[in-house]
């Protein structure tokens, strides 16, 4: 395969993953009280959200260079 739609493959599949997701969520520990010996912490669930744009543009880049990698062949 080419590198062109390699990276068009790569591109498509990362487009559908954002609008199937639409952010990244993690975890993170947080320390609440800490007063000598004894300590507290809470779990704190952070999310950056994926603009749906962004799939958008992944997308339809992966698909204009499958179909341009397509056409000199």
Do not use: H
């Amino acid at each position: 395969m080419k590198p062109n739609n390699i990276l068009a493959i790569v591109l498509i599949a990362l487009g559908i993953a954002a609008f199937a997701y639409q952010g990244i969520t993690y975890t993170t520990r947080e320390k609440v009280v800490d007063l000598g010996p004894i300590q507290v912490t809470a779990d704190k669930t952070k999310t950056i959200p994926l603009p749906p744009i962004v799939g958008v543009l992944a997308l339809a880049g992966g698909i204009v260079l499958l179909v341009l990698g397509n056409k000199k062949s």
